[in-house]
Antibody, heavy 116, light 110 residues
Framework: EVQLVESGGGFVQPGGSLRLSCAASGFTFSDHYMDWVRQAPGKGLEWVGRSRSRAHGSTTEYAASVKGRFTISRDESKNSVYVQMNSLQTEDTAVYYC???????WGQGSLVTVSS | QSVLTQPPSVSAAPGQKVTISCSGSNSNVGINYVSWYQQFPGTAPKVIIYDSDKRASGIPDRFSASKSGASTTLAITGLQTGDEADYYCGTWDNSLSAEVFGGGTKLTVL
């Protein structure tokens, strides 16, 4: 059974940083793309970015709204994907979901609150 | 506003049929597979349709989707109160090099 477990969310002041982790199990992690999607309170889904598998060059893509501030990385030895979030703004407040297999599987989400 | 356009809300009576539209462009819906997601309050989204018209595992055949040009439509027949949820469409946009979602449609079963 595919499982995705996010962690690392919390409260941070504007301009601060936070790193979210997503621990994956139940599938061959190295073969799969991993995406981050966020959802602001009461709002719709917004794609954050993607980490491609090694077979596809281990490349990353980012939404324009986070490019230059967020960095997605993966650790194959730990079956984990991360998103390092810098220069956080109040509009980054959201539940952040880790997903895989082209959004077939989702984690439970991790809440990030950016506020002064 | 979202790259993909969905109606904010739809409603129908139990047992009836409802459709939810998702309109995009030739850089996204027109050339790529589309997925549909169902989300209940406080929970993660769940894929119900992938590759534009394939039902995800465990999804009843009351749910179906079709695509024509740069638009796609989710249809739900035999509506049940348990179908009340938010529904989102999503696909890759080749021009933006980004995954894009519709703004979401709230389904109310009257």
């Amino acid at each position: 059974e595919v499982q995705l477990v996010e962690s690392g969310g919390g409260f941070v002041q504007p301009g601060g940083s936070l790193r979210l982790s997503c621990a994956a199990s139940g599938f061959t992690f190295s073969d799969h793309y991993m995406d981050w999607v966020r959802q602001a309170p009461g709002k719709g889904l917004e794609w954050v970015g993607r980490s491609r598998s090694r077979a596809h060059g281990s490349t990353t893509e980012y939404a324009a709204s986070v490019k230059g501030r967020f960095t997605i990385s993966r650790d194959e030895s730990k079956n984990s994907v991360y998103v390092q979030m810098n220069s956080l703004q109040t509009e980054d407040t959201a539940v952040y979901y880790c997903t895989t297999d082209y959004f077939q599987h989702w984690g439970q989400g991790s809440l990030v609150t950016v506020s002064s | 506003q979202s790259v993909l356009t969905q109606p904010p809300s739809v409603s129908a009576a139990p047992g009836q049929k409802v459709t939810i539209s998702c309109s995009g462009s030739n850089s996204n819906v027109g050339i790529n597979y589309v997925s549909w997601y169902q989300q209940f309050p406080g929970t993660a989204p769940k894929v119900i349709i992938y590759d534009s018209d394939k039902r995800a595992s465990g999804i009843p055949d009351r749910f179906s989707a079709s695509k024509s040009g740069a638009s796609t439509t989710l249809a739900i027949t035999g509506l049940q109160t348990g179908d009340e949820a938010d529904y989102y469409c999503g696909t890759w946009d080749n021009s933006l090099s980004a995954e894009v979602f519709g703004g979401g449609t709230k389904l109310t079963v009257l």
